[in-house]
C-alpha cells in the first residue's frame, strides 16, 4: 500500500523566523524521520507575491528558504522540496476550485482580514482575497492526508476541507479531505514587541522577531528589549503575556515543561531569565545556523534539489489535474 502523504508550504516572504521554526520547520522534521509518510515540502513563491516584492529580494529569499529548511533538517532524500512555480498545475487546480469558493467564506478569513488592514483599500489585490484557494490547490493537488502547520492556519485547513467535500459531493469521489496537525507546544509564538501579535517574518520591526539565522549579539538584543510587564515575577499566564511567551520559546528549545521552567526561576528576576534565554536559543540554533552556510554557498547543489523536487511533485499534481478537468467536463488534448 502507498505512503499516506503529508503536505506543508512556507512563503518566502522574508527570511525564517524562530517562530516558523517552532510551529511549523521543525514539526516537519520530526514528522519526515517517521519514515512513515510520502512528505512534500514547498516553498510558495506564488503565495508571497500577494503582497508586495523586491524581484531580486524574492529570488534570494527563495533560495535561503530551501536552504534553510535543508539546515533545519529536510533531507531531500527523504522529503520532496520544491518551489511552487515550478510545477503550474498549482494555478491551475486553484482557477478550478476558484470557481466553487463562495465570496462570503473568503469574507470570512481572518488572515485576509488583518493583512488587508497593512494596506489602503485601493491598493489590495484579488490575489491576497484568493490565497486561501491557493493553499487548498496546493494540498488536494497531492491528496495530502496531514498537513502540518501553526495555529493561525487552521480556518484554512477548514476551507480546504470544505471545497474538497464541496467537489466530492459535486462530481464523485476526488479528493482525499485533509487534516490539520497542529501542535499544541509552540503552536503560536508572539512578537517580541507585542505579544498580542503573532511573530511574523514580514513585521516591520525587526525587534520583533528572531531569525533563524541572526548572530548571536542581536539574538540577545533582541530578547533583552522584548516587551514584558511590571509584575517583576516570572510566571506563566494570561495577564503577562510577554513572560509567557519567552518561557514558550524557553520550552520550545529546551524539551523543558513550562513548570519546570518557572520553578527554576522562581525569585529571580527578567533580566536572569532574559539572558539563559538568550544563551539557549543561540546554542539551539547554532548547527542550523553552521550547515546553512555550506548550503546556500553551494547553488548547483540547491539547483540540483529544487529541479529533481519539481519532477516528481509535478508527475503526483498532474495526475489529480488530470483527474480533476476529467470530472468538471474539460474535453482531454
Ligand atoms: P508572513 O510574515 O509573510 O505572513 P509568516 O512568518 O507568518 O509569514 P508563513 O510562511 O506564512 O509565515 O508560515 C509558515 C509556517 O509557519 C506556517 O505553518 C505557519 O503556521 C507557521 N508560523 C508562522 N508564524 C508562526 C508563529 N509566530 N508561531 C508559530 N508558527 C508560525
Ligand atoms: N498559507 C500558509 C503557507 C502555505 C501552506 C500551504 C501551508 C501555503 N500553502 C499549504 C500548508 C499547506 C501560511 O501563510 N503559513
Redesign the pocket.
Known amino acids: 500500500m502507498s505512503k499516506e502523504i503529508v503536505f ?1 508550504g ?2 518566502p ?2 527570511e525564517p ?1 524562530i ?2 521554526y ?3 520547520i521543525r514539526n516537519w522534521v520530526d514528522i519526515q524521520n517517521e519514515d512513515k509518510y510520502t512528505c512534500l515540502y514547498c516553498v510558495v513563491d506564488m503565495h508571497a507575491i500577494t503582497v508586495p516584492q523586491v524581484p531580486k529580494d524574492l529570488r534570494k529569499h527563495t533560495l535561503e528558504m530551501l536552504s534553510a529548511l535543508m539546515a533545519a533538517g529536510i533531507d531531500p532524500e527523504k522529503s520532496i522540496l520544491f518551489i511552487q512555480s515550478h510545477v503550474p498545475a498549482h494555478a491551475e487546480l486553484t482557477w478550478v476550485l476558484n470557481t466553487i469558493t463562495y465570496m462570503g467564506q473568503l469574507n470570512r478569513m481572518t488572515q485576509f482580514k488583518e493583512k488587508s488592514k497593512r494596506f489602503e483599500e485601493a491598493s489590495i489585490n484579488s490575489g491576497l482575497y484568493t490565497y486561501p484557494v491557493l493553499m487548498a490547490a496546493d494540498i488536494l493537488l497531492y491528496q495530502a492526508k496531514y498537513v502540518p ?5 487552521k480556518q484554512h485547513l477548514e476551507l480546504t476541507r470544505d471545497l474538497a467535500e464541496r467537489f466530492n459531493n459535486r462530481y464523485s469521489d476526488t479528493f482525499v479531505i485533509p487534516e490539520p496537525l497542529i501542535k499544541e507546544q ?5 512578537s517580541l514587541q507585542d505579544p498580542e501579535s ?6 516591520a520591526d525587526e525587534n520583533a522577531y528572531i531569525l533563524l539565522l541572526d548572530e548571536p549579539d542581536v539574538i540577545r538584543r533582541k530578547i533583552k528589549r522584548a516587551v514584558t510587564d511590571s509584575e517583576g515575577v516570572i510566571a506563566y499566564n494570561d495577564r503577562q503575556k510577554g513572560i509567557k511567551n519567552l518561557i514558550n520559546i524557553y520550552s520550545a528549545f529546551t524539551n523543558e515543561d513550562v513548570e519546570t521552567i518557572v520553578a527554576k526561576y522562581e525569585g529571580k528576576g527578567y533580566g536572569i531569565f532574559k539572558e539563559d534565554l538568550a544563551e539557549v536559543v543561540i546554542e539551539g540554533l547554532r548547527p542550523i545556523q553552521e550547515s546553512y552556510k555550506e548550503l546556500i554557498n553551494n547553488k548547483d547543489y540547491l539547483e540540483k534539489v529544487y529541479k529533481e523536487g519539481a519532477e516528481k511533485a509535478e508527475y503526483m499534481a498532474r495526475k489529480t489535474l488530470r483527474k480533476v478537468y476529467k470530472k468538471i467536463g474539460f474535453i482531454p488534448r
Request: charged share 20%; aromatic share 0%.
Open positions: 506543508s512556507i512563503q516572504s522574508g523566523t517562530g516558523n517552532i510551529g511549523a502547520v501553526g495555529e493561525d492556519q509552540g503552536a503560536r509564538i508572539m503573532k511573530m511574523s517574518k514580514s513585521d
